[in-house]
């Protein structure tokens, strides 16, 4: 119970791009990149009455606010951030966000329908932020002290799903 998949909570609607994501070139955003190759800083998103900031965001890249990313600096000081900001005409308000440049783990063994991840647990080492890759799916993984730390600083908008870290080589015995 170390690990976490980290998501929005059904219970929220989080800001929305209107358009423009091709514009955003997520698809190298990881440790390895220099820099998120963005053509604007600045992206209008879609009003809805029910939406809220929250404090993650998952489309159309993991984001975070800036009192999630201070804490995760915390934890992880030499993780880097890319920032952009997101406009509401409607609302006449922008925020900033925040992409980390999480490091990529091949360690997926498997997923239950969405329910729960397996992960491989003797290529983790202790990071509290990082995704998880494993064919075309990716997941973010978080560890309980950092999930603790966020919800201490009441964190709007987090959907915690345990993951089950398995150690192959060990149970196989």
Do not use: W
């Amino acid at each position: 119970m170390d690990y976490f998949v980290l998501e929005v909570h059904g219970a929220y609607i989080s800001p929305q791009i209107n358009s423009g994501t091709d514009m955003l070139d997520l698809r190298n955003m990881n440790q390895k990149s220099e820099k998120l190759k963005t053509q604007y800083k600045i992206y209008p998103i879609s009003e809805h009455m029910q939406m809220v900031y929250t404090d993650i965001m998952m489309s159309p890249c993991f984001m975070v606010s800036k009192k999630a990313m201070e804490v995760i600096r915390l934890y992880e000081p030499h993780l880097d951030f890319e920032y952009i900001a997101l406009h509401c005409k409607e609302r006449k308000e922008t925020k900033v966000y925040y992409i980390p440049k999480l490091e990529e783990k091949d360690i997926l063994i498997s997923n239950h329908q969405g329910k729960q991840i397996e992960i491989d647990g003797s290529q983790l080492g202790k990071q509290y932020l990082f995704q998880v890759t494993g064919g075309h799916q990716k997941y973010i993984l978080i560890y309980y002290e950092l999930v603790e730390s966020l919800l201490r600083r009441k964190a709007v908008g987090m959907g915690l799903t345990e993951a089950n870290v398995v150690y192959p080589h060990i149970e196989s015995r």
